[in-house]
């Protein structure tokens, strides 16, 4: 797949929001205060900003970013349009919880909107996920490897933020520290299962597969029968060659992959368990995002869609 920046961003940066959004929410559960009222307001507008930049970043995408509204007009047979009700409902409940927590108050509604917050968030990144794991034509997404990724790396991301929130506001931050790198190495294990389930090939699709004939619909009496591409249908470039025809070489995928977990784990971890709290408290979070940015560019650019099988490629 060719990958869309702002796509690219959209996940990543709504990720990390809907991950603090959620951990706040946790944080502000516990019998035991964690974290100061004001430390709580500002993990609260900060992960509405990302998530807000996110999805604004998305509708550019679109041809024509005036018609986003229609996204919310498939609630019953779409993904995106679940997700986009439901960060709709989330914003304006995140809002009233931000409200509850600067005025101070306590008791029922303020456990109530924290309830929801974690709850929204958490339904908001899996809606995300569904996107792109309910597309049967694209064998890399369409694996339950791929909420679990996504919830993971925006609560490691969203761990990251919390923790800088902490030192900045708490000092001693040893329990958000023991936190994230559980987070993290969760959503590390997950992300290496997902390449690795990807990469094995299994469930590849071909062209024999595409068109039935691997599963019995051949001539009479024929056991063994192959499909070959005698053309392409077109002498140009097109659409679906511009958008699904994108290769990435190997050895390119492999730099992009050791980018990806240098920045996205092991500088915040190296950061988290040698340097403290020496130097900026959002710096392991800065990394981890960038990092992220290079993870999720490759996540589509390795995509490869079933209609590639009729452009010439011989699986996917």
């Known amino acids: 797949m060719k990958p869309s920046l702002s796509i690219v961003f959209f996940t990543v940066s709504s990720g990390a929001g809907l991950g603090l959004l959620a951990l706040v929410g946790l944080i502000d559960l516990c019998p035991v205060e964690l974290l100061p009222a004001p430390a709580l307001a500002r993990g609260v507008l900060l992960g509405l900003a990302l998530v807000v930049a996110g999805l604004a970043s998305s509708t550019l995408h679109l041809a024509k970013p005036s018609n986003a509204w229609r996204a919310f007009s498939r609630f019953r047979s779409s993904w995106l349009s679940r997700e986009a009700v ?118 590849a699709l071909t062209l024999e597969r595409a068109i039935g004939v691997r599963e019995g619909v051949r001539p009479p009496g024929v056991t063994v029968a192959q499909a070959r591409l005698l053309d392409v249908g077109h002498s140009h470039r097109t659409f679906l060659t511009d958008e699904f025809g994108f290769a990435l070489a190997r050895r390119h995928a492999t730099a992009w992959r050791v980018v990806a977990i240098t920045l996205t784990f092991g500088l915040p971890a190296v950061w988290l368990l040698a340097l403290d709290q020496i130097g900026p408290v959002l710096l392991p979070a800065a990394f981890c995002i960038m990092g992220l940015l290079a993870e999720r560019w490759l996540f589509f650019a390795e995509a490869r869609h079933t209609v590639r099988l009729y452009h010439g490629d011989a699986r996917t």
Request: proline share 1%; charged share 5%.
């Open 86 to 203: 439901f960060a709709a409902i989330l914003v304006i409940v995140a809002l009233g919880y931000w409200g509850s927590i600067a005025s101070g108050a306590e008791g029922f509604l303020r456990v109530a909107l924290a309830i929801a917050v974690t709850v929204l968030s958490w339904i908001v990144v899996l809606c995300t996920a569904m996107i792109y794991a309910s597309l049967k034509a694209i064998r890399q997404w369409h694996t339950r490897w791929t909420p679990v990724n996504y919830v993971l790396l925006g609560h490691w991301s969203g761990s990251l933020l919390l923790l800088g929130l902490a030192r900045m506001y708490a000092g001693a931050s040893a329990q958000f520290v023991w936190l994230a790198m559980s987070l993290g190495l969760a959503a590390l294990i997950a992300k290496l299962g997902y390449w690795r389930a990807t990469g094995s090939g299994a469930g």
